[in-house]
Nanobody, 123 residues
């Protein structure tokens, strides 16, 4: 089973950029789709983006489309989330996870969560 560790979070001003990394251990990483989700204080877990096992197909939440880009390098066991034009409403703990069903945006359809990395966007 793949284990995921997120990094790269921090404090940034509105309009700025951050790149999050999700590093995996385990032999099955290159065979699994990977997603990013986030959870703001007092709110439900929210899907952000997902990428297929081969780095091809991707899909995004409407709220981040055009601003965030998900990518991966299976040789490095890493998935990235490039976040541009950040807004205060992007403030959340960001997690990577394995989607059990491709195309789903429901948190119940994700597993193998990492521990999360905090992203704070100041106005």
């Amino acid at each position: 089973q793949v284990q995921l560790v997120e990094s790269g979070g921090g404090l940034v001003q509105a309009g700025g950029s951050l790149r999050l990394s999700c590093t995996a251990s385990g032999p099955s990483f290159r065979d699994v789709n990977i997603a990013w989700t986030r959870q703001a204080p007092g709110k439900e877990q929210q899907f952000v983006a997902a990428i297929a096992w081969n780095g091809g197909p991707t899909y995004y939440a409407n709220s981040v489309k055009g601003r965030f880009t998900i990518s991966r390098d299976n040789a490095k066991n890493t998935v990235w989330l490039q976040m541009n034009s950040l807004k205060p409403e992007d403030t959340a703990v960001y997690y990577c996870a394995v989607p059990k069903r491709w195309g789903s945006t429901e948190s119940a359809d994700f597993g193998s969560w990492g521990q999360g990395t905090q992203v704070t966007v100041s106005s």
